[in-house]
Every structure is written in structure tokens, then in C-alpha cells.
């Protein structure tokens, strides 16, 4: 094996020394030629007599010559840095596309499991802005501070979203404009910045503190060889789906919710329990929920599917049914029905920040 590995690599050499004489034949002097060509001639003799220590010592003294007679690349540390940083990005899309991929809660349908984008009001002005960094990097909490600069009427809230997980909006007003890293549904919800709200001069339009939703890695490789499992958190896309719109940039949007029925599971809501296939599910998912220790409220009605306690509903083949943990404030398969197989993208695995009490393993 040493032998033939010694002999490859004295003639791929050879003809590196080759490509280099005619490549430079008009920049390098005649008397540089006529030692090129004289090396390359004694490493082909040594290779022909298969002589070892001859074409190792010959191989050193042409791949010197060859070193010394190539052109210098310029910026090859760039160079290199370039490749490191296009292999780097090229795995990491393999891994997004087929292993693992990262998510944001943006709802509270899975509250208190999984935390949505949630905003908190406060009359106190935030804390000084090296605690605000700190807070937003362990909590992903940010601080926000909206005063009208005078009398103003809100004329429309628009909501834009950078990069999949940073989410702004634009507070249009009869005088100008605020600009607030929240979500229009947060801004509404909780801090009541809504479409006619008017404000006086110095009047505060939305202050206090937004906790961002969790962030999750999602695993979508195990489906591709196990069916999913009732109780699973999973992620979907709700293509084709009745009665959600899709976003006109982003299409289709991503849901996750706790997978309450597999393909022929019969469903039945009798508030606040949850029964599949006449039984109460023993998993632990569920009984967290059933239970309705607080801050679980258990399971409610839908308003379509088991719209009420006698209803059942037996889930259809290839399709499954989705639950939020939140009940109350889900918008779920009790509304739109189930999932086709086909949407179904993982299950959800880790929350990766922020670094809450949901930090780690989702149940």
C-alpha cells in the first residue's frame, strides 16, 4: 500500500510540475525550464525502476521547485475563510431542511406549556439599558416606551416581520409614526393600541416589557420512519386547510399544538375533560390539562368540531387532530378541522431560548 501510494503521489506531482511549464513557459527563464524538465525527467525514471528512496528524494526536490516557480495567491486566507463559511452554511441548510429546524411561539394557544409573545404593561419606565440588554438575551424580553409627542389618532397598525423571528410594527397616526418591536396582535391585545385610539399630548400610547415566544427546535427526520404519537407537540403547516388564510409573503403559515387524535381516534369534549376513544388519555400532556390545576383551565368546546359535550368526532385516514394545551384562547382542529397528513413537518423537541423555566425538553 506505501508503495503505490509513494508512486501516485510522485506522478500526480509530475504532472502538476507539467501544468505548471506550460502555464508559466513565457515568465520563467530558460535555465529555470531546463531544471524543471531535467527533475521531472529523473522522478520518471525513478518511478519507472520503482526505486523508492529515489522517487521520495526526487519527488521532495521537484515539489520545492514547483513551490518556489507558482505564482503567490492573493487573498488566499479570504479564500479560504470564503470556503469555510460557504461549507458551514451549506450544512447548516441540510440540517434546517431535513433534521432539525427552529420555530417561534407566536400565539398563546399552548400556554402555559409553551410561552406565545406576551405583553406586559406598566406605568414604571424600564430598567437602565444594560439590564435591558441582559433581560433580552437570558429572558428575550423587550422593553418598550411609545408617548404621543402631541394630540394624535391611530389610523392603522402594520405589522412587518425580518428574518422569520423578528416581528415590528409600524403605529400610523394622524401626525406621523411610532415604530415598536411587538406584533400588531400583542400591541391590541394587551397594551389596547388599536385603529381610532386617540391620545393627548405626553399621553403614553404603550409602555412596559413584551416576553418573545419560545423559540423551539422542531425534529423533522423522525417522522419520515415512525408515526406520530398521540400527545406528541407538533409542528404543521396549515396549507389548504379551511379558514386560515395564507400570509400573501410568507404563505401557508406554521402551527404547533399537542396532537389529541391519530387517524380513526373518536374525540369527545366534556369541559374540562378530553376523552379519546371513550377514555380519558393517560398521557401526561393531557392530564396536565384535564387536570385544570392552574394556570390549566382544561378543555372547552370548539365551535364547529365537538362543538358541545354529547359531540364526537372520529379523526379521517392520513389526517390527525390538533389541540392547544390553552383551550380556551386555541384556535385549533376544533375550529377548521384536522390536519392532513401531508402538512404535518415535526415534532416539537427543544426550546432553545430564551432561558425561562420552558428551557429544555418540550413535554
Not at 518556489?68 to 486566507?77: C, D, I, K, N
Not at 409573545?117 to 419606565?125: E, L, R, Y
Not at 385610539?197 to 404603550?206: C, D, T
Amino acid at each position: 500500500m506505501f508503495r503505490s501510494r509513494s508512486l501516485k503521489h510522485a506522478r500526480l506531482l509530475v504532472r502538476h510540475a507539467e501544468k505548471l511549464l506550460r502555464y508559466r513557459c513565457d515568465v520563467l527563464s530558460e535555465t529555470t525550464l531546463a531544471e524543471i524538465r531535467q527533475q521531472i525527467q529523473a522522478l520518471e525514471n525513478a518511478i519507472r525502476q520503482r526505486d523508492l528512496p529515489a522517487v521520495r528524494e526526487n519527488s521532495e526536490r521537484l515539489d520545492a521547485m514547483v513551490a518556489e516557480h507558482s505564482p503567490a495567491h492573493r487573498e488566499a486566507g479570504w479564500r479560504e475563510n470564503c470556503e469555510v463559511i460557504l461549507v458551514a452554511i451549506v450544512v447548516a441548510v441540510g440540517v434546517r431542511s431535513y433534521f432539525i429546524q427552529p420555530f417561534k411561539i407566536p400565539t398563546g394557544s399552548m400556554q402555559p406549556t409553551l410561552n406565545g409573545i406576551i405583553g406586559h404593561p406598566s406605568t414604571a419606565p424600564g430598567p437602565n439599558i444594560l439590564q435591558q440588554i441582559a433581560e433580552f438575551f437570558v429572558l428575550g424580553r423587550n422593553y418598550i416606551n411609545v408617548v404621543a409627542p402631541e394630540d394624535e389618532t391611530v389610523r392603522e397598525v402594520v405589522e412587518q416581520k425580518y428574518l422569520f423571528f423578528f416581528t415590528w410594527s409600524r403605529i400610523i397616526t394622524d401626525r406621523g409614526m411610532h415604530r415598536v418591536y411587538a406584533p400588531e396582535a400583542t400591541l391590541a391585545h394587551d397594551f389596547q393600541v388599536t385603529t381610532g385610539a386617540r391620545y393627548k399630548r405626553g399621553q403614553v400610547i404603550a409602555r412596559g416589557y413584551i416576553d418573545t415566544g419560545d423559540q423551539v427546535f422542531v425534529d423533522k427526520f423522525s417522522y419520515n420512519f415512525v408515526r406520530p404519537h398521540r400527545a406528541d407537540v407538533f409542528v404543521f403547516r396549515t396549507k389548504h386547510i379551511p379558514m386560515i388564510p395564507e400570509d400573501p409573503q410568507t404563505g401557508a403559515p406554521y402551527f404547533i399544538k399537542r396532537l389529541g387524535g391519530l387517524p380513526g381516534d373518536t374525540l369527545r369534549i366534556d369541559p374540562p375533560h378530553l376523552f379519546i376513544n371513550g377514555e380519558q388519555p393517560k398521557e401526561f400532556g393531557f392530564e396536565r390539562v384535564i387536570q385544570a390545576k392552574p394556570p390549566y383551565r382544561g378543555y372547552t368546546v370548539g365551535r364547529q368540531y365537538l362543538s358541545k359535550a354529547t359531540q364526537s368526532f372520529t379523526v379521517p385516514p392520513r389526517s390527525y387532530f390538533a389541540l392547544g394545551d390553552n383551550s380556551y384562547f386555541s384556535f385549533d382542529s376544533r375550529y377548521w378541522g384536522p390536519v392532513p397528513e401531508e402538512n404535518l413537518v415535526g415534532r416539537g423537541l427543544w426550546v432553545y431560548w430564551p432561558f425561562n423555566q420552558h428551557w429544555g425538553l418540550i413535554r
